[in-house]
């Protein structure tokens, strides 16, 4: 698990952040989609008062959840998002587990090379908080070490990004209804072991070019590269 300090300082900072926000800001725009978790924690006492709504985001629910079990068991990272590709494109809803393999996705088609799945966690009680994102880092994580000072975190489904210090103070002081984060924690993350998209090939990031030139930045949109570390 790892815990981030507050004295983070990038070169090139402004082009970077630029990049995540454009990862951030095409991931929810390429692909609108429905989220149980966030309309229901949103403003629960609202939506217990509407039995129909209610039922409504139960049965979109667990169309996320069949949706996950039919690709639980694949290795394939390529497969995997395809299939993450059909869930969000077909049946229009997703957490914050699609939104993070989509933006993972974006970040590898453009050129990002080193791009993970992370989990929060509280390192007080060593226990994982029900949220994932995505963190780029300047160099390839090696052991679960990471640079804290070199590492952005990039979050669609709260339509978040920057550096991973900023990022993760802002879920303790923006999104802590809405994440569900107990008082007094220390927030973290952990690498996740799900859609390792190191594990995208060439080939395999071609063919989503192919298919998606869409969610490419082209050079006018960003002239001088895509989450360039100096």
Same mark, same amino acid.
């Given at each position: ?42 403003? =629960? ?31 394939? =990272? ?61 160099? =390839? ?71 998606? =030139? ?17």
């Amino acid at each position: 698990m790892q815990s981030i300090n507050n004295k983070v300082s990038f070169t090139g900072t402004k082009q970077l952040l630029r990049d995540a926000d454009w990862i951030c800001r095409k991931t929810t725009s390429a692909f609108p989609m429905i989220s149980p978790t966030k309309i229901y924690f949103s403003n =629960p006492d609202k939506i217990v008062k509407n039995p129909k709504f209610t039922k409504f985001l139960w049965e979109k629910s667990m169309q996320i959840q069949n949706d996950r079990k039919d690709r639980y068991f694949l290795k394939s =990272p390529f497969k995997f998002l395809l299939e993450v590709l059909y869930s969000v494109s077909v049946h229009k809803v997703g957490n914050c587990a699609e939104a993070t393999s989509l933006a993972g996705m974006i970040a590898k088609m453009n050129g990002v090379e080193n791009c993970y799945r992370i989990s929060l966690t509280d390192l007080n009680e060593c226990s994982k908080i029900d949220h994932t994102a995505l963190l780029i880092t300047k160099k =390839p994580i090696k052991n679960r070490i990471i640079n804290s000072k070199e590492s952005l975190i990039i979050d669609p489904w709260l339509g978040i990004s920057g550096r991973a210090a900023d990022v993760l103070s802002r879920y303790e002081s923006e999104f802590h209804k809405l994440l569900r984060l107990s008082k007094n924690l220390s927030i973290g993350f952990k690498m996740s072991a799900f859609g390792n998209f190191q594990d995208l090939n060439s080939k395999e990031i071609d063919v989503l070019r192919l298919v998606h =030139p869409d969610l490419v930045c082209k050079k006018k949109d960003n002239s001088k590269g895509f989450i360039r570390f100096a």
